[in-house]
């Protein structure tokens, strides 16, 4: 069976995408070199997660920009961290919703318009 093993942001502004996920999600972010590339690290490599890159978007946002998939992020708040988001600059695009026995999501948009998930994880949602 085929993993995940890595994941890339896609940015009009490689830079302001990295300070918006380095103070939303506390991870840590570093340009490789003199590139457009950001490495980013979301965790120890003895907790389960991939960490994966920034990198400068080809082509338009609401043009022949890259289509992707939509990454979800495990937090034990997701009222905090949505709360982050915001804060940071980010939007809300779907409210909080229960997937029952598993936890609450909700997406949102980071400032390069990209969507992702946030789970907490509640086998008491409903």
């Given at each position: 069976m085929a993993r995940v093993v890595h994941?890339?942001?896609h940015a009009q502004e490689p830079a302001r995408a990295a300070e918006f996920y380095k103070n939303v999600?506390?991870?840590e972010i570093s340009q490789w070199g003199n590139?457009?590339?950001w490495i980013v690290k979301t965790g120890e490599k003895d907790e389960p997660g991939i960490d994966?890159?920034?990198m400068k978007r080809h082509g338009e946002v609401d043009g022949e920009a890259v289509i992707a998939y939509v990454c979800?992020?495990?937090v034990d708040s997701l009222d905090y961290y949505g709360e982050k988001v915001i804060n940071s600059g980010g939007e809300n695009v779907v409210a909080k919703m229960a997937v029952p026995g598993i936890g609450w999501l909700a997406y949102f948009k980071d400032t390069e318009k990209n969507i992702f998930g946030i789970m907490q994880?509640?086998?008491e949602a409903k």
């Open positions: 994941f890339e942001i999600f506390n991870w590139e457009q590339y994966g890159g920034i979800t992020i495990d994880s509640d086998p």
